[in-house]
């Protein structure tokens, strides 16, 4: 590194440095609102300054755009992070909205994986299984969803379908007043439901995108949308459910992740329990099909899932 370029990233943010919440975020580059409500792309200082939706700034103008001179101490950060690269998806958020629907059938892998991202970092994940219209696939997957419902997180069911859009009224309710993440696999209907919360949301997107000069496809940023006009309740739509690293917890720290096997390792034998073979778990008296006597309020899917990450978590890394 240069000594230019590191006395730039060491200078102090001068009185001037202006408030600002990062709306939009596209690779280093992002779109800064200020409170009265104008917005401007800015560009980091430094790494130290790199910022993410929903991240506090100050800022400081240059000719047409500016520069994020730091970020204020952050109340969480959601991020996935696999062997390679850390993805943070945004920052300070209430709660995360897992979306998923009754087809195309979702992965409990990448809903546990979201679900254990949001736990490690004391964010609230709420679930929304849309198109209820499709009553049978519907049915289907409302169960697999039980489990889910059994160890405390809230599940609402949704359809998009015709006006009334039964379930809508209930997920807004949720929604209001909070800062809420929107994730979910293709073609569960998320744009349909942002569009529906937020009007005009896609040409804003692309607004967001074109200004940021990303000249992809508009979903390959992440964006801030106020749902109401005195600014309280948010919404933040991102990409990249996909391959939902969790590369940086530890497996020992797994069952306290996952609130179902959370409710039973006081129950083991061993202090140091793993809950994988040892006799006198807690956790595996309590997996639908182990042995007796059980309340089987573990699921058995569940159960692979941990014992799936706890490897995959476990292997050194192959680089
Ligand atoms: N039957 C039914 N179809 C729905 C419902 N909501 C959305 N869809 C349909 O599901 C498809 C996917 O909807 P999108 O809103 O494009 O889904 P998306 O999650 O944004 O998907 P990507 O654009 O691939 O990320 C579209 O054909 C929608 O019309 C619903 O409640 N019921
Ligand atoms: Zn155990």
């Known amino acids: 590194m240069g000594r230019g370029k590191a006395a730039a990233a060491g200078a102090p943010a001068s009185g001037t440095a202006r408030a600002g919440l990062v709306v939009g975020s596209h690779g280093r580059h992002c779109l800064v609102e200020t409170p009265d409500g104008e ?7 430094g790494k130290k300054s790199q ?9 400081q103008p240059t000719a047409d755009e500016g520069t994020i001179e730091r970020v204020d101490e952050r109340r969480n950060l959601f991020y996935r992070q696999d062997e390679i690269r850390t993805k943070s998806f945004a920052a300070n958020l209430d709660q995360i909205l897992l979306l998923v629907a009754a087809e195309p059938d979702f992965s409990e892998h990448q809903l546990t994986r979201a679900l254990i991202a949001a736990e490690a970092q004391h964010i609230r994940a709420l679930i929304v ?6 009553a049978e696939l519907f049915g289907r997957a409302w169960e697999r969803l039980a489990p889910y419902r059994r160890m405390g997180y809230a599940v609402l069911p949704l359809s998009l379908e015709g006006a009334d859009a039964p379930g809508l009224a ?3 309710a949720e929604l209001a007043g909070r800062t809420t993440l929107i994730l979910g696999p293709s073609g569960v209907g998320k744009s349909t439901l942002v569009n529906r919360l937020v009007p005009g949301a896609l040409a804003q997107t692309g607004e967001i995108s074109q200004a940021l000069n990303s000249g992809r496809h508009t979903t390959t940023t992440t964006t801030w949308y ?3 006009k005195a600014a ?5 739509d991102s990409p990249g459910f996909q391959e939902f690293g969790l590369n940086h917890i530890e497996p020992t720290q797994l069952p306290a992740l996952m609130p179902d096997i959370a409710a039973h390792t006081g129950e083991c034998r061993f202090y140091n329990c793993t809950h994988r073979h040892e006799p006198g778990c807690g956790v595996i008296a309590h997996v639908e099909g182990a042995a007796p006597p059980s309340d089987a309020d573990i699921s058995a899917m569940r159960y692979r899932i941990y014992n799936e990450l706890f490897d995959e978590l476990s292997r050194p890394p192959s680089y």
Do not use: Y
């Open 39 to 45: 917005r401007r792309i800015c560009h980091p200082r």
């Open 51 to 59: 910022a993410v939706v929903g991240d506090r700034v100050q800022w």
């Open 129 to 134: 299984l849309n198109k209820s219209d499709l």
């Open 170 to 172: 209930a997920v807004e």
């Open 226 to 228: 106020w749902m109401d």
């Open 232 to 236: 309280g309740t948010a919404l933040i």
